[in-house]
């Protein structure tokens, strides 16, 4: 299985890896559309391995309101880990990913969507302090998931 339930279990499976170049990307996933297959896609061709963190419920009310998550984190862990492109899947109760990627700690590649500068990425400054760097994906604008829930609410 691909779903990690915490950091230092992830942590010392990839270390395990040494050779293999390790993407790190995040967000809440709630209802996957094609604009996060396509960033998913893109950031997994930028090394070896992809690593995907995802908010939990906790998290995602604090970021997005008290009527989301609508699928629970471990429904959207299981979405993401069914994946081909995705290697591993892990949890983070955090509003941002910086504690995440510092408890693994050995990130190539962080890839973040085109939405953000990159000042504005977190953990890109611990990234790329280890020698990694920040890889921005051009995002087609025409997918949200807030927009598709906006749209399922006024047409039905």
């Known amino acids: 299985m691909k779903i990690r339930e915490n950091s230092p279990a992830l942590r010392d499976e990839l270390s395990q890896r040494p050779a293999e170049k390790i993407v790190f990307t ?4 709630d209802l996957l559309h094609p604009g996060h297959i396509q960033l998913l ?3 997994r ?8 963190g995802v908010n939990d419920d906790a998290s995602v009310r604090r970021l997005k309101g008290e009527k989301r ?6 429904e959207r862990m299981e979405i993401l880990a069914a994946l081909e492109c995705v290697d591993f ?3 983070f ?11 693994l700690g050995n990130i190539d590649v962080l890839v973040k ?6 000042g504005q990425v977190v953990g890109r400054k611990e990234v790329e302090g280890r ?6 994906f051009k995002l087609a604008e025409k997918y949200s998931t807030s927009a598709l829930i906006d749209k399922i609410v006024k047409n039905f």
């Open 26 to 29: 995040n967000g809440v996933f």
């Open 41 to 43: 896609q893109y950031a």
């Open 45 to 52: 061709e930028q090394g070896d391995i992809l690593v995907v």
């Open 69 to 74: 998550p609508l699928f629970p984190l471990n």
């Open 89 to 91: 899947v892990v949890p």
């Open 93 to 103: 109760s955090e509003d941002t990913p910086l504690q995440l990627i510092q408890a």
């Open 113 to 118: 969507g085109g939405d953000y500068a990159p």
């Open 131 to 136: 020698g990694g760097k920040l890889c921005l």
